[in-house]
């Protein structure tokens, strides 16, 4: 801030700028106007070229009428809440796309199902592929979820037989009365889904703190 480059992207100074005698010195205060550091002042300098902590620079700023910290810290929140809802965004359209895994049952041979997030965005629901809405109890909600667990830990998954690949290409959602038992076709498959899932769940909860 305080340079803009032209067309062929030479720097020339801003308007804000221009006609001063050290813009180097020139620090963006929190009210947005521009303030000159005093010439000299090497604690300034090193703030407005970026080359100080935090730490220091909230005292520093404070100390000079610069700067009020406490807008400091606020601003840094809002940054961090607004970096953290893109990331549960991003990782939602992850879950909403869904993932074709392997499902173990209490019954039966294992078959493959569509496991994506249910049509409300309230939970994690299974359905045959290619179809379109999955029968509504089929879904395991996100307030449901007591744990998240990778291999072949659940007493589902040690009806079937394993080995050491199938081991690291399972995972398990579990619920207080249920578990769903999942084993993806590749790693890449497993470890997206079970980030973007691992993800939202510590979203949701923190959110409701």
């Known amino acids: 801030?305080?340079?803009?480059?032209?067309?062929?992207?030479?720097?020339?100074?801003?308007?804000?700028?221009?006609?001063?005698?050290?813009?180097?010195?020139?620090?963006?205060?929190?009210?947005?106007?521009?303030?000159?550091?005093?010439?000299?002042?090497?604690?300034?300098?090193?703030?407005?070229?970026?080359?100080?902590?935090?730490?220091?620079?909230?005292?520093?700023?404070?100390?000079?009428?610069?700067?009020?910290?406490?807008?400091?810290?606020?601003?840094?929140?809002?940054?961090?809440?607004?970096?953290?809802?893109?990331?549960?965004?991003?990782?939602?359209?992850?879950?909403?796309?869904?993932?074709?895994?392997?499902?173990?049952?209490?019954?039966?041979?294992?078959?493959?199902?569509?496991?994506?997030?249910?049509?409300?965005?309230?939970g994690i629901w299974w359905k045959k592929i290619g179809a379109v809405k999955a029968d509504p109890s089929r879904c395991i909600r996100f307030a449901e979820i007591q744990n998240l667990r990778q291999g072949r830990e659940t007493d589902i998954f040690k009806r079937f037989k394993t080995s050491k690949l199938d081991e690291g290409l399972s995972f398990s959602i579990i619920a207080e009365t249920r578990s769903l038992d999942l084993q993806a076709g590749t790693e890449k498959d497993k470890a997206e889904f079970f980030e973007s899932l691992s993800f939202v769940i510590k979203y949701l909860r923190e959110a409701s703190q």
């Open 1 to 122: 801030e305080g340079e803009e480059k032209d067309a062929v992207g030479e720097v020339t100074p801003s308007p804000q700028l221009r006609g001063m005698k050290n813009p180097e010195n020139v620090i963006q205060t929190s009210s947005g106007t521009v303030g000159s550091a005093p010439s000299g002042n090497n604690n300034l300098s090193a703030i407005a070229n970026g080359s100080t902590t935090d730490k220091k620079r909230d005292s520093v700023l404070s100390a000079s009428g610069h700067y009020d910290s406490r807008e400091f810290v606020r601003d840094k929140d809002r940054l961090e809440i607004d970096k953290q809802r893109q990331i549960f965004k991003h990782h939602m359209q992850i879950l909403q796309e869904g993932k074709v895994f392997k499902k173990f049952g209490r019954r039966g041979n294992p078959h493959h199902r569509h496991i994506c997030l249910s049509e409300d965005g309230q």
